[in-house]
């Protein structure tokens, strides 16, 4: 008789989700799922409201990220304006957008995975966290509270408040930069550059350490997707699409975003709520891709900074191909962070920063706008349609978390293939398997929306427990 393993809920990460290990009769791994057990439905909630609500609606999708959505959603609507906003107000957003890169990475990397790297996959689960860390190595812990804490003052600062912030609107910002709060950002730099290169160095001189998690924690080739500029450097805010693949080529390069529906398609599963994306030239399965730090860091020629751009030249000597392994997600991480803070100093000292002409206003003038942009998991698409009125009559959101399902599924398999024996389980197994899904820092809240008629499983359970009745859509 075949068994089943299930680790729910899977622990430290955003939102709401479980893993399915499957074992043949001599305990043996055959498959593995990972599952997301929560929906949003977004994409229908909002049909019927006025476009220019969209990007606040949009940030309550998550507590997390509200910035990406807030960025992209306004992105969206200023096609449907058909406006070109202001340069400077066209900075401020590039500057909010990397403040959440900042708060986010640091969230992920020293709040969530750092537990795992610091006292070991095989440590004491009690122990295996944040307050672990504190008591272990506390100026870790306080780099990363400090880094997480820069990244959400500066939100504040631009925006008015660190969570769900209205500052971004479609035409460009509500409120221009002060002198004094560009001043303030720019005090913390210093400070941020130093906490950004000694995690690198620290997180380096561990990677001997893990070899045998990085030979298989999602390990396999795969395409990479994200935003580059012209001249194939990192872009967060603005650039086309590039797709690189395993072997390192530039499978297409410069597509444009607004028309990313003739690149990418998308897929639905009956066990999980969220959608699995591929690179449409491919097909299914065979089109999965990866995006994020480490898919960013692939695609990339060059960051644009002294410092990010030395680390990148280390990082692609990592392997001759593409970096494959999503352990390096982590390192990845680390070097945009770096870059983020890096990047702000250039932005902020643009004499251009402190201009008060940020919004540019007008009717809606397409029925049809698209936004995309990287958020810290990724690219982040939003597509809106409207009617005569302005009013919202369909929406598509592709999610970052959503581009990775196919690969964080197949991670899934590897690891648990590698590490679980059916006969005699440990909980570093199991945990492993979770880390790897820590590696994609999936934000599980932003990322289960809709596509078409959704697949739905309805049971009535008896007070004992028994399943009396079930009924099962798609």
């Given at each position: 008789?075949t068994?089943?393993?299930?680790?729910?809920?899977i622990?430290?990460?955003?939102?709401h989700?479980?893993i399915t290990i499957?074992?043949?009769?001599q305990?043996?791994?055959h498959n593995a799922?990972?599952?997301?057990?929560?929906?949003?439905?977004?994409?229908?909630l909002?049909?019927?409201?006025?476009?220019?609500?969209?990007?606040?609606l949009?940030?309550?999708?998550c507590?997390?990220?509200?910035?990406?959505h807030?960025?992209?959603?306004a992105?969206?609507?200023d096609?449907?304006?058909a406006v070109?906003i202001?340069?400077?107000?066209?900075?401020?957003?590039?500057?909010?957008?990397?403040?959440q890169?900042?708060?986010?990475?640091?969230?992920?990397?020293?709040?969530l995975?750092?537990?795992?790297?610091?006292?070991?996959?095989?440590?004491?689960?009690?122990k295996?966290?944040?307050?672990g860390?504190m008591?272990?190595?506390?100026?870790?812990a306080r780099d990363?509270?400090?880094?997480?804490?820069?990244?959400?003052q500066?939100?504040?600062?631009l925006?008015?408040k660190?969570?769900?912030?209205?500052?971004?609107?479609p035409?460009g910002?509500?409120?221009?930069?002060s002198?004094?709060?560009?001043?303030?950002i720019?005090?913390?730099?210093?400070?941020?550059i130093?906490?950004?290169e000694?995690?690198?160095?620290w997180f380096k001189?561990?990677?001997?350490?893990y070899r045998?998690e990085?030979?298989?924690?999602?390990?396999?080739?795969?395409?990479?997707l994200g935003l580059?500029?012209?001249?194939?450097r990192?872009?967060f805010?603005?650039?086309?699409l590039r797709v690189?693949d395993?072997?390192?080529?530039?499978v297409a390069?410069?597509?444009?975003?607004?028309?990313y529906q003739?690149?990418?398609?998308e897929?639905v599963?009956p066990?999980?709520?969220?959608k699995f994306?591929?690179?449409k030239?491919?097909g299914?399965?065979?089109?999965?891709?990866?995006?994020?730090?480490?898919?960013?860091?692939?695609?990339s020629?060059?960051?644009?900074?002294a410092?990010?751009?030395?680390e990148?030249a280390?990082?692609?000597?990592?392997?001759?191909?593409?970096v494959?392994?999503s352990?390096?997600f982590?390192?990845?991480?680390?070097?945009?962070?770096?870059f983020a803070v890096?990047r702000?100093e250039?932005i902020?000292?643009?004499p251009?920063?402190l201009d008060?002409?940020?919004?540019?206003f007008?009717?809606?003038?397409?029925?049809?706008g698209?936004?995309?942009a990287?958020a810290?998991?990724g690219?982040?698409i939003?597509?809106?349609?409207?009617?005569?009125?302005?009013?919202?009559?369909?929406?598509?959101?592709?999610?970052?978390?959503?581009?990775?399902?196919l690969?964080?599924n197949?991670?899934?398999l590897?690891?648990a293939?590698?590490?679980v024996?059916?006969?005699r389980?440990?909980?570093?197994?199991?945990n492993r398997?979770?880390?790897?899904?820590?590696a994609y820092?999936?934000?599980?809240?932003?990322?289960?929306?809709?596509?078409?008629?959704m697949p739905l499983?309805?049971q009535l359970?008896?007070?004992e427990?028994?399943?009396?009745?079930?009924?099962?859509?798609?």
């Amino acid at each position: 008789m075949t068994k089943q393993i299930v680790i729910d809920p899977i622990s430290r990460i955003e939102g709401h989700a479980k893993i399915t290990i499957h074992l043949d009769e001599q305990g043996v791994v055959h498959n593995a799922y990972f599952h997301v057990t929560q929906f949003r439905g977004f994409e229908k909630l909002c049909v019927g409201r006025p476009f220019y609500e969209m990007p606040s609606l949009m940030a309550r999708i998550c507590g997390i990220c509200p910035v990406s959505h807030l960025i992209a959603s306004a992105k969206a609507c200023d096609a449907l304006l058909a406006v070109r906003i202001p340069q400077t107000a066209d900075k401020l957003r590039r500057i909010l957008n990397l403040a959440q890169i900042i708060q986010s990475h640091a969230l992920s990397f020293f709040h969530l995975s750092s537990p795992d790297f610091l006292l070991g996959m095989d440590s004491e689960p009690a122990k295996r966290n944040l307050f672990g860390v504190m008591r272990a190595k506390p100026e870790l812990a306080r780099d990363g509270i400090r880094l997480r804490q820069f990244g959400q003052q500066v939100i504040e600062l631009l925006g008015g408040k660190r969570i769900h912030p209205a500052w971004v609107v479609p035409g460009g910002v509500s409120e221009p930069l002060s002198v004094a709060h560009r001043d303030q950002i720019l005090a913390g730099l210093p400070e941020c550059i130093s906490i950004g290169e000694r995690t690198l160095h620290w997180f380096k001189s561990l990677l001997d350490k893990y070899r045998d998690e990085i030979k298989s924690f999602g390990n396999f080739p795969s395409l990479f997707l994200g935003l580059v500029k012209p001249d194939g450097r990192i872009a967060f805010y603005e650039g086309k699409l590039r797709v690189v693949d395993a072997a390192g080529n530039i499978v297409a390069d410069q597509l444009e975003a607004a028309a990313y529906q003739a690149h990418i398609a998308e897929a639905v599963e009956p066990w999980t709520y969220l959608k699995f994306p591929y690179y449409k030239p491919l097909g299914y399965h065979e089109g999965m891709y990866r995006v994020g730090p480490l898919a960013r860091l692939n695609i990339s020629d060059r960051c644009g900074t002294a410092r990010a751009d030395q680390e990148l030249a280390e990082f692609h000597e990592l392997q001759r191909t593409a970096v494959l392994s999503s352990f390096y997600f982590h390192y990845a991480r680390l070097i945009e962070i770096l870059f983020a803070v890096e990047r702000l100093e250039q932005i902020l000292t643009d004499p251009e920063i402190l201009d008060r002409h940020v919004r540019a206003f007008a009717r809606p003038n397409s029925n049809e706008g698209v936004g995309v942009a990287e958020a810290p998991r990724g690219t982040l698409i939003h597509h809106y349609r409207v009617d005569e009125n302005g009013l919202i009559t369909w929406v598509n959101l592709v999610i970052a978390t959503g581009h990775n399902n196919l690969a964080m599924n197949r991670a899934v398999l590897q690891v648990a293939k590698r590490y679980v024996n059916g006969q005699r389980l440990s909980e570093g197994m199991l945990n492993r398997v979770e880390a790897v899904i820590r590696a994609y820092d999936p934000c599980l809240s932003c990322s289960t929306h809709a596509a078409g008629q959704m697949p739905l499983q309805i049971q009535l359970v008896s007070p004992e427990g028994k399943v009396v009745d079930e009924i099962r859509r798609g």
